[in-house]
């Protein structure tokens, strides 16, 4: 089983949009997927087309067992949704007695191929405790200072998780990618000599990207031909379709 | 032995493809528009490099010089015929095909058993 996490601290950057995608290309692909949001806007179960629930919430304060709380979405895909009491559920993961580990003690033996841990824009102690139980990051930013600032404090976070002695994987995945603007090409510049090889293709941005959640429908389903499922047409790699062959590499383990 | 070291690249090479073809594109723009054209036209240029026996290089070139045209334009032209024969199945390759011992390919095209010019 592979855990991955899609965190950072600046919202708006699609970290829902990529855990939807990606959590439905695995399945797509056979992989037993759970996607996890860890999210109180609860916008994983909307952009799936099921009600949010306090799935997450039950699951940790409530102790439920996982088979209550999960919701199967799609073929191979399960969710644990979240809403406005993943808030709550926070409070009770602070006063537990392991904190850190509570995530990982939650996901371990569930019998998942993958687990994709969708974070909210903050951190917490769901963010370190969902750290502490991932073996890889991936961290979309949009190319602007103030979301490459966000990957900083991700990476700060992992470095923290690291000294805890659990050692993460991470990419980053620049999203909202317009190749049109010189702020763009600044930034992924930069990007790419900090990060290096932890730097993925871009996300084109794209209209449907934005559109699909309103029918509940992943990139896979509404817009499967669109920029930010197959990426431009430069003759490179780019778009998710590229971001899911790295993904496979991850979960079946040529990289980790 | 060699004791300069290499620098590996470790950018995801679908990136470095992106950045190299977002910075040219900045080049290009901020040229003058005198030119711009010019150098739009270099950039849409597909330069490829290809391993190629120096007789058949030289009897390209004698027909190009001999029907005045270039080289490249010539070899277009024969490439462009070579793949509809072989998509109309005109082309049989099995006859020169011979097992490689490199790991990229599973075989190698034995040329010698070609008509040559």
């Given at each position: ?187 992924l510049k930069a990007l790419v000599q900090t990060f290096n090889?932890?730097v ?57 | ?10 950018v995801d090479?679908?990136v470095a493809?992106?950045l ?98």
């Open positions: 089983m592979t855990i991955l996490t899609i965190a950072n601290q600046k919202g708006g950057v699609g970290k829902t949009t990529t855990a939807v995608t990606l959590a439905h290309g695995l399945a797509m692909t056979g992989q037993k997927t759970l996607l996890v949001d860890l999210d109180p806007q609860g916008h994983v179960a909307f952009a799936l087309g099921v009600d949010k629930a306090p799935g997450l919430y039950r699951l940790i304060a409530e102790e439920e067992p996982i088979s209550n709380v999960i919701v199967n979405v799609r073929e191979n895909l399960d969710i644990v949704p979240g809403d406005k009491k993943t808030e709550k559920a926070k409070r009770t993961v602070v006063v537990s007695h392991f904190p850190t580990e509570i995530i990982g003690r939650l996901f371990k033996n569930t019998g998942y191929d993958a687990i994709i841990f969708d974070m909210a824009p903050s951190l917490d102690v769901l963010h370190v405790s969902a750290l502490m139980a991932s073996d890889w990051v991936l961290v979309p930013t949009k190319l602007d200072a103030m979301a490459i600032d966000g990957v900083n404090e991700v990476l700060r976070s992992m470095g923290e998780v690291a000294e805890r002695g659990h050692h993460l994987g991470y990419s980053i995945l620049p999203t909202f990618f317009d190749r049109t603007t010189r702020e763009t090409v600044v930034q090889g932890h993925w293709p871009p996300i084109p941005q794209d209209t449907k990207a934005r559109e699909a959640p309103a029918f509940g429908m992943s990139l896979w389903e509404y817009c499967p031909r669109s920029p930010a499922v197959i990426g431009y047409d430069g003759g490179y790699e780019n778009g998710y379709t590229s971001i899911m062959r790295r993904v496979m590499e991850v979960v079946c383990g040529q990289i980790a | 032995m060699d004791k300069s070291p290499n620098r590996r690249n470790v090479p679908a493809e992106i190299s073809d977002m910075e040219k594109k900045q080049r290009i723009a901020s040229l003058p528009n005198s030119k711009k054209v010019k150098a739009r036209r270099d950039a849409s240029r597909h330069k490829v490099g290809l391993d190629l026996p120096p007789e058949l290089h030289e009897a390209l070139r004698s027909i190009a010089d001999r029907e005045r045209i270039s080289v490249s334009g010539l070899v277009t032209f024969y490439l462009y015929r070579g793949v509809v024969d072989h998509q109309a199945g005109k082309v049989e390759l099995s006859p020169f095909k011979r097992l490689s011992r490199c790991a990229r390919f599973e075989y190698v095209l034995d040329l010698t058993k070609l008509e040559k010019p």
